[in-house]
């Protein structure tokens, strides 16, 4: 039986987290007694999974807006500490994923990629690391990179690069961080079923061949992940990145 009490009299801040694993992370923390601030940049979605959560009898608070805006990311902070009291979690799932061409690859989608998977990771993780130090209590920071980050994949340069920037975010930060109690771990999803992904009919089938576990990944499957990152005891892992795919980046083949 999972332990409903592990998070208990914790707090977390989640980003991009109205659906897929931002939600399914949301939910499980909340499930375990976790209070949750969920930000997503969708104002219905959001209402949506905070309503879910509460139902369920999760304590959960919406902060509606673009993970990238400082402004947005203080009102997350403030918001942990005006109506739970603290901060002890920040993951930092938001993120978008763009394909193109490198050699026609555009400036404006390129500044967007890094707005939202660099610049608001980055400094959700700043924020969030001068909060745990103004408590003088330890704290955990998960950040979201992806197997593209380790491995080719067609169309992704951009998308691949940011990626590759939060395993080495992580790495910098889990050592910087560790004389405060705080670590900085990543996750690299590999192909994972979530609504976006699942508009595409094939998804499911094509990746069942290409994994060597004989699907894709669930959004259970990253949050179990992320869960297993902030528990007490992971607490001597830090600056490491956990990649979540079936053993696909053991072998690589690209879809076709």
Known sequence: MPDQDQFKNKVAIVTGAAI?????????????????????????ATSSAVQAILDAGGRCAAVVG???????????????????????????????????????????QFQQLVAVNLQGTFFLAQKAAQQMIKQNEPGRIVLMSSVTGHQYHPDLAAY???KAAIRMLAKSLGVELARYGITVNAISPG????????EDAEYQATWA????????????????????????ESGQITGQTLVVDGGWTA??????
Do not use: C, W
């Open 66 to 108: 673009d993970s990238s805006d400082l402004a947005i990311i203080d009102q997350m902070v403030a918001t942990a500490g005006d109506q739970f009291g603290r901060l002890d979690f920040a993951i930092a799932n938001a993120g978008i994923t763009t394909f193109g061409n490198f050699l026609s690859y555009p400036v404006e």
């Open 209 to 232: 061949k290409l994994s060597p576990t004989g699907r894709s990944a669930t959004t259970a499957d990253i949050a179990h992940t992320a869960l297993f990152l902030l528990a007490d």
């Open 191 to 198: 192909a994972t079923a979530t609504e976006r992904t699942l």
């Open 20 to 44: 897929g694993i931002g939600f399914e992370i949301a939910k499980q923390l909340a499930h375990k007694g976790a209070a949750v601030v969920l930000n997503d940049i969708d104002p219905e």
């Open 160 to 162: 691949g690069m940011s």
């Open 251 to 256: 072998v690589s083949p690209p879809p076709e």
